[in-house]
Every structure is written in structure tokens, then in C-alpha cells.
């Protein structure tokens, strides 16, 4: 059993920025591709970013590619996304996600183990 707990979410104007962090509570966090997700009410989750087991790999959802950058530390069991450029249609729940996968993976049904959530609310 893998719990994750994401941190770094909040409240910013449009054009700003915030770093989300997801750490693992896990040895064998290198094991695990990673993912951040986000969720509106009544909407389906979408993919948001993944990275590969090293973090030498990245995969992105066009509307934030060339703004969020993900990251890893696995001697930190931990995740990142550094989101810059914020815009109001950013506003939502983000999730960090772990999946036995190598690569960075898109699908939700990819991923096994899920955090709890944090709050992105950008501003107009």
C-alpha cells in the first residue's frame, strides 16, 4: 500500500504560479511511474502531467504543456509540478497518482494509488 499526500495548492492571481508536491510514503517509490491529475465538480478527471520511474521521461496534456514542468526526487519519495502562467481554467483539484507502469502513463485506469487532493484556485 502506497499513500501519497499531495501540499502546494492555494489561491493565486492569473499569470502566477505554484508548486505542488506529492510525497510518497513508500522505499520503493523509484518503482513507481508518477502522475498529477485535476477534477472539476461534475467533471472527469483529466490528465494533468506524468514522469517515468528515473524522471528522465515526461508526458503532458497540451493545455498545460510549455507551463507546468513535473518532476521527482526519489531519494525524497516525492513528486512535483511546478505550474507557471497560471490561468483561471487551471482552477481545480489536483491529484498525484502512482502507477506500476515504466513510463510515464496517460489513463486514469493506469494508476493504482491516489492522494487525497489539493486545491489550485487562480484568479481573474
Known amino acids: 500500500q502506497v499513500q501519497l499526500v499531495e501540499s502546494g495548492g492555494g489561491l493565486v492571481q492569473a499569470g502566477g504560479s505554484l508548486r505542488l508536491s506529492c510525497a510518497a510514503s513508500?522505499?520503493?517509490?523509484?518503482?513507481?511511474?508518477m502522475g498529477w491529475f485535476r477534477q472539476a465538480p461534475g467533471k472527469e478527471r483529466e490528465f494533468v502531467a506524468a514522469?517515468?520511474?528515473?524522471?528522465?521521461?515526461?508526458a503532458y496534456a497540451d493545455s498545460v504543456k510549455g507551463r507546468f514542468t513535473i518532476s521527482r526526487d526519489n531519494a525524497k519519495n516525492t513528486v512535483y509540478l511546478q505550474m507557471n502562467s497560471l490561468k483561471p481554467e487551471d482552477t481545480d483539484v489536483y491529484y498525484c497518482?502512482?502507477?506500476?507502469?515504466?513510463?510515464?502513463?496517460?489513463?486514469?485506469?493506469?494508476?493504482?494509488?491516489w492522494g487525497q487532493g489539493t486545491q489550485v484556485t487562480v484568479s481573474s
Open positions: 513508500t522505499r520503493t517509490f523509484s518503482m513507481y511511474a
Open positions: 514522469i517515468n520511474r528515473s524522471g528522465g521521461d515526461t
Open positions: 497518482a502512482a502507477s506500476s507502469y515504466v513510463g510515464p502513463v496517460r489513463p486514469v485506469y493506469s494508476y493504482v494509488y
